[in-house]
DNA sequence: AATGAATGAGAGTTCATTCAT
DNA sequence: TATGAATGAACTCTCATTCAT
């Protein structure tokens, strides 16, 4: 008889730290972390202001958690993306392409990782350097498998990777009001990419 | 004609706003736009308070007016240290050190020009639209003169610059404490570059 | 008759009432009326927040309560004491003793009746009115026996054994960390109140 | 030409902090720490909310501040009062009268002493370790020239003194609204001293 | 130009109380 | 009766800005 729509999920849909979160995302997309303020997050997810004390002891903590959630969400679609590829061409495109993707379709939301540098500085390391971890890790087994020149510095290469990741996707996606990152500008990137990395004999 | 208390001997007429922009840059190269109050700029420019609209109109003036002057500055450093060269492995060598060197001696200075997209998203527009251009007006001239594959985008190209400006040489600088970004960290950015960049047939 | 239902038995009908009475008191004697939450009341009694209005009408009608249960217990422990002494000797030492042992087995419960004046004047009135009167009478008991100087003013009398019960009882107890009143401070104190009061040719 | 009223001592007629506690003083004699709010002490003192923070750290701070003045203005009026005075008697009934005016003068100036204790437990402790150390030194004084029973402890004797004067003074200058403590009650209160703390074979 | 006390709007946060279950 | 999430008024405190001097 009830709609299932009603039938909230216990401790999911009701769940009033869901609630906040998704209302926060959308604020936090759009305006700065001060002039978001708590009263305006309950406003968006339809609750009084006082319940957010309820689900988070701070405004802090609740973008602690958006920001951590984001980080887990960027990096399970890039890895279900890539999923068993192995050749680097593939892992590349694959990946880019998912990362495109979230930034694409949730804009803003990187806007909010950025923002985390002048909120908690020590947030946004903690994002950078679990990245950063993952992608010299890839690095040296392509550099293994011969596929990177392995007179490259691994850690340089990942940091060359988040730049190009951080500033095209981002500022493509977000400068163009969250149109997808055409093909073209992937292929370009990915052009680039592949053959600076190259070993030198290729 | 004009009396002598309305013409400030040039050099002194400056002095409150530049005592103020100096003391700001200090300041918000440490602590967020938020967190540095006005109280404290004018402390630390040792002036009382009031005066600081003596000199400027509001706090986000002065922001506006300190991210211009860190435009100007990193432009012309780029400017000068590139000077007559034309090939594009001079320009590139040349023009990223330079960008490291300020980087690297005004530590915290790249921060303030990020932490303008949450203080003023259009002065960040701004700020990164006349840098792109730029890039992308050598990039042009590169392509002009066979030294980079005329098929790329010279949009995605000089945002692809960017990227690597912008995370290398600023995550290096500031994880790193501020020591210098090291020859071999730039050789290494320059090499995939070079090859990313060059015409296929070379 | 009466449904099983409304006629709680006796001594658990007054469960859900004595048991908050029972956690506040401990929470009274230690924190202030202010920072003693409702919320911290009903963890102490193991008991949902909600459940509090079940049993009381406000957190100021359990404090009324809570004070005037410990007026009572006060009375009813000295007037035990007392028992059917008539010499004033007597009714001094056996009070005082009742009352000092009181304060120094429920430490902190004296704290509760003097935040009673911060917190509800006219209650705090009603207590010492009441205890006031039930000395005045004494007195005057003992004046008509000859025990107690004629020419003192039975209410100031009332007023001073109020005061040396209230701070020497009290700051004694409380400031030794709880520990009994040494029978030589009450000795010391019975030797001045005995002379002090007497009749003059005594 | 300005006539006096309107040059204000520098530092003093014109201070904030003064204007604040003054009015502070009005509204603690009245109401609870709790229901004075910092905006009801800027209303009665004239002044916008947030002027409060210039001169004051914060609520907290101010009331620690006047507690502190009135124990030095206390102490300081009964020293004056006692003066050169040797003889117990004297001692007694000019410290006494003093502090009684001190009461009577300032109506609730008292309450404010007392609700220091659930304000700040370790103010009120300070406050009342500094009268009981005058107080039992004076004791032991009067001890030395026999005046007082050597058998007393002076500590607890001070207590006793410190219990009259809290009781009597306090309960009697608040429950009369302030009239003076009248002389009859004076009397009697040194009658039963006089008496009650007197050498045994005097 | 300079001073610095004063302003007051607005922020984050707390908590007694309510209410649907 | 019992639950505990929701409510929202009220509080303390901050700070960009103003203004009399």
Known sequence: MTPPTERPTPG????????LLTAAERLFAEESYTSVTVAKICAQAGMATGTFYAWFESKHELFVELVRSINRD??????????EATSRNDVERLGFRAFFEVMSHRPGVY???????????????????????????GVRGFQQSGQVDPALDPEIVAFMYMGVGYFVGMRWAEWTQGRSV????????MKVLTR??????D
């Open 182 to 189: 055409p093909d073209d500008v992937q292929a370009d990137v």
């Open 111 to 137: 806007r909010i990782v950025r923002e985390a540098e002048f909120v908690d500085p020590s947030l946004f390391r903690e994002y950078y350097e679990q990245i950063a971890r993952g992608y010299a890790r």
């Open 12 to 19: 999911q849909d009701a769940d009033g730290r869901e609630l």
């Open 74 to 83: 960027v990096r399970r679609a890039m890895a279900v993306a890539i999923g």
């Open 196 to 201: 600076g990395l190259a070993r030198p004999e």
